[in-house]
Structure formats: C-alpha cells, structure tokens
C-alpha cells in the first residue's frame, strides 16, 4: 500500500515539476538596461583667450523599460572629473597680529575638478549613502586624508573647507537640470569647463539609475592641453627650469630699466 501511494503522490507532482521546466524561447533573465555615451569633442584647447567652454555629451539608452521611462523613473548624472592629485588645505590664525599657516591637512588623489550635470536634483536620484558608496557628487568625493593620526575632531572642517575652496575657485560646478532627455531614449547632457581647468586627461562618467537604484555607468576620456604660447612657456618650465629661471629675470630687469627711462624725471 505505501508503494502504491508513493507512486500515486508522484504522479501527483508530474504536472508542477513539467510547468517548472525551461521552454524553448523562453528568456532566462530579465535584461538588463544598457548606456552609450559620446561627446562633442575629445580634445579641449587651451589658448591665451580662453574664458571657459561648455561641452555637451549625447547618450542613449537601451532596453529601457517603457513605463518606467514614461513616468520619469530613470534617471542620468554625468560628471567630468579632472586629474587626480593630492591637495593640501591650510588653516590660518592670528599669532602676535600676524595671520601664519598653524594647521594643515593634505587629502589624498582628489579631483583637480569636477562638474556635475544631472536629470534633477541628485539627492532625489537616489539616497546619500548611495552617492556616498559611488563617490558621485561634490560632498561625496571621497576625501581621505594622507597620513591623518588624530581623533578626527578637524576632519570634517577641513573636507569642508576643500569643497568651500574648490566650488568657490570654479573648479567645483553642479547644475541639476544639465541633463535633458530629447526623446525617450536619448539625452543630452552640458557641462561647464571653467577658465582655469587643469591641464591633463579628465574623464566623463555618465551614471543610470533606475527608480533610485544604480543600473550601470561608461565613461570616456577627455584631452585638456595647451597650445600656442602657453604650451612653450610651460614646457620651457618644466623641460628646461634653470633657462627659464634666467630668461625670467632678464625679462623683468629689462622691463624695470625700460621703466625707469619711460617715467624718468629730468
């Protein structure tokens, strides 16, 4: 009787398990969405009258979910990020009336510059402890202090402080509606380039989010160089040091005497 009972109950259980079956067809997985980015140029020129520029960067989505992009649920944050270098942030006090360096803290491969565009505002894109594990956005670039011992106490003061001086100096931009979709996969993204932005390799990051959760990124890379004038002087700065040193000095001694005989009294 137990026999016939246990072949009756797997019988039972043919029909479940033959549904539970992988069909011919039949996608295993959900796709996942993609991201393709391209910019306007991949070469910035630095000349003696440049006053700043604005760079566009074009990106497309695919195997977006219709509704959700109907409805506003994906969102896009783009980011040109400058060389990486260490920074060092001095704070100054008044000792005997006179203003000195007392305290210093230098932070480790930080951007020279970041720009930020996004489809609104970023802490409504997704939660802070997720931009924070990102690194995405000008408070949460990771700011690690190089050899730090203490108990902490002036570490957000001076984190502070870099970000206070770095979007004070224009090196440090957002703007929460640089980015605008054109059509329902398609958006364009502006990003502002200040006056004085680094020369260098800089990177263009472009983030999805889907409903607050981080998709995917790309990134591309963008070229900030020199030319004319400003690139001579600069490698004579730093290919031929003592050269230029000496051709400095003559310069302002001739500009002094030439100075003098201008302006002379007789």
């Not at 060389?83 to 008044?94: F, L």
């Not at 770095?166 to 006056?195: E, H, I, T, W």
């Amino acid at each position: 009787m137990r026999l016939v009972a246990a072949v009756i109950a797997l019988l039972c259980l043919l029909p479940a398990v033959a549904a539970a079956q992988w069909l011919p067809g039949q996608a295993t997985e959900a796709v996942r969405e993609g991201l393709e980015i391209g910019t306007s140029t991949s070469e910035i020129a630095i000349t003696s009258d440049f006053h700043g520029a604005d760079l566009t960067i074009f990106g497309a989505l695919s195997n977006t979910d219709q509704l959700l992009l109907a409805v506003g649920q994906y969102d896009v944050v783009v980011v040109l990020e400058g060389p990486r270098e260490d920074a060092t942030v001095r704070r100054k006090e008044r000792v005997f009336g006179i203003w000195v360096n007392t305290r210093s803290m230098t932070f480790e491969a930080v951007p020279h510059s970041y720009s930020m565009s996004s489809s609104r505002m970023i802490d409504d894109v997704v939660t802070p402890l997720d931009l924070t594990d990102q690194g995405i956005g000008i408070d949460h670039i990771p700011l690690t202090p190089v050899g730090f011992v203490g108990d902490g106490s002036n570490l957000g003061e001076f984190r502070e402080a870099f970000r206070r001086l770095q979007q004070g100096g224009g090196l440090y931009d957002r703007n929460p509606s640089g980015v605008r979709f054109v059509s329902s996969n398609l958006f364009k993204a502006s990003l502002r380039l200040p006056a004085n932005i680094p020369n260098g390799v800089h990177t263009v990051r472009a983030y999805l989010f889907k409903s607050g959760l981080f998709v995917t990124e790309k990134s591309l890379p963008l070229r900030v160089i020199k030319t004319g004038i400003e690139q001579t002087i600069t490698d004579a700065a730093h290919e031929q040091p003592i050269l230029y040193g000496l051709a400095a000095v003559l310069l302002a001694v001739i500009t002094g005497w030439g100075a003098s005989l201008i302006f002379r009294k007789d």
